[in-house]
């Protein structure tokens, strides 16, 4: 089996897909890889993933207090969580990378800087102010 090469701009998407295929079909796997099989081993590692978290309260960007091991941990399981994110992509036909860069451009017509930069309000929330904004400015409020 090859490795993935890393190149200067590191690990495709399309890297990781084509290896898990790979990896998969070396072992007959295929055959276990359904969609709902995936979805099921996605949301397990979902919550490792979760457990490593569990009672530490809120943790400061690159978990500096934490040791060497517990961070190693925490990379293998977001790992776990990629490669059955993009396993599920590929057997149910989804290009995973074109899918998420049109969910930032839905999400920057839900989310306008002007209305939501600071906040951390849902769109419904900021979508509600903006009208009731819109209704007092035409009421000449």
């Known amino acids: 089996m090859t490795?993935?090469?890393?190149?200067?701009?590191g690990v495709?998407?399309?890297d990781?897909?084509?290896r898990m295929a790979e990896f998969a079909k070396e072992r007959d796997w295929d055959q276990f890889h359904s969609p709902r099989n995936l979805l099921l081993a996605l949301v397990g590692e979902v919550g490792e993933l979760s457990e490593i978290f569990q009672?530490?309260?809120e943790v400061p960007r690159g978990?500096?207090?934490?040791?060497?091991?517990?961070?190693?941990?925490?990379g293998e399981e977001l790992s776990d969580v990629l490669l059955y994110l993009v396993r599920l992509s590929?057997?149910?036909?989804?290009?995973l990378g074109k899918a998420a860069l049109r969910k930032i451009g839905l999400n920057a017509i839900k989310?306008?800087?002007?209305?939501?930069k600071g906040s951390n309000k849902k769109f419904t929330q900021i979508n509600a102010a903006?009208?009731?904004?819109s209704k007092s400015n035409s009421d000449g409020v």
Request: aromatic residues 6%.
């Open 90 to 95: 590929d057997i149910c036909g989804i290009d």
């Open 111 to 116: 989310y306008p800087v002007k209305l939501s």
């Open 16 to 18: 990781l897909k084509e």
């Open 63 to 74: 978990l500096p207090d934490w040791k060497d091991e517990e961070k190693q941990h925490v």
């Open 3 to 9: 490795e993935v090469a890393e190149r200067d701009g």
């Open 130 to 133: 903006d009208n009731s904004d």
């Open 12 to 14: 495709t998407l399309e």
């Open 55 to 57: 009672w530490k309260g």
